[in-house]
């Protein structure tokens, strides 16, 4: 999703859908974009379907990569990317082992999502989180559990605008706050439609 100059919207799983009716579906969040030079823009709702998600598989049989942004080896998320960064799914078999160097310019991070792994020579537990130094470090992921082990591999472009957040916006100023909530309530966002199966 890109928020642009303002889009109502609700990531999470309301009641009314778990008794499926999605009729029901409301929206409740007016998310505003903070990157500057998107700020002005139209907003954009981006969906991506499982099979259209790019999935590699690693050499020696190793397990497999998906791609779900940015690009790895000659793979090419579908999902638009406003700056510079990545995010897989690597899903590790048994006794393997996966290598890939960052780029200089991005800070990167892992996620174990289930059982342990050794990383770059650490071993890290399931559901902890570890950072990566930003100067082109090797990152080396072992399987040395008898089960396949999944990892979520992201990094992107350091972040260094002001960031100021007020209930559901998040803009660069507290001027810019104030002027967004007086835009929200005089209804400058437009007409809010709501769709019989999602809303707009």
């Given amino acids: 999703m890109k928020a642009g100059k303002g889009i109502v919207h609700e990531e999470a799983v309301s009641p009314e859908m778990s008794n499926h009716q999605?009729?029901?579906i409301s929206c409740s969040i007016l998310d505003q974009s903070s990157l500057q030079r998107y700020?002005?823009?139209?907003p954009e709702y981006f969906l991506s379907p499982a099979n259209d998600i790019p999935?590699?598989?690693?050499?020696?049989?190793?397990?497999?990569?998906?791609?779900?942004s940015g690009e790895y080896e000659n793979a090419i998320a579908k999902v638009p990317c406003y700056s510079k960064q990545f995010l897989y799914h690597i899903h590790l078999?048994?006794?393997k082992q996966f290598s890939t160097i960052t780029d200089i310019a991005l800070e990167c991070g892992a996620f174990l999502l289930t059982n342990n792994a050794v990383i770059n020579d650490m071993e890290f537990e399931a559901g902890e989180f570890i950072v990566f130094s930003s100067e082109g470090e090797l990152i080396e992921?072992?399987?040395?559990g008898k089960t396949a082990v999944d990892i979520i591999l992201?990094?992107?472009e350091p972040y260094n605008e002001p960031?100021?957040?007020?209930?559901?916006?998040?803009?660069?100023t507290p001027h810019e706050?104030?002027?967004?909530?007086?835009?929200?309530?005089?209804?400058?966002?437009?007409?809010?439609?709501?769709?019989k199966d999602r809303s707009l």
């Fill in 22 to 24: 999605p009729e029901c």
């Fill in 154 to 156: 992201f990094g992107g």
């Fill in 39 to 42: 700020k002005c823009e139209e």
């Fill in 177 to 195: 706050i104030t002027q967004a909530y007086n835009d929200y309530y005089d209804g400058k966002y437009g007409d809010i439609l709501f769709d």
């Fill in 141 to 144: 992921i072992n399987n040395n």
């Fill in 163 to 172: 960031i100021v957040a007020e209930g559901t916006f998040v803009m660069n």
């Fill in 93 to 95: 078999e048994a006794g």
């Fill in 55 to 68: 999935n590699q598989i690693l050499t020696d049989d190793a397990g497999w990569i998906k791609i779900l």
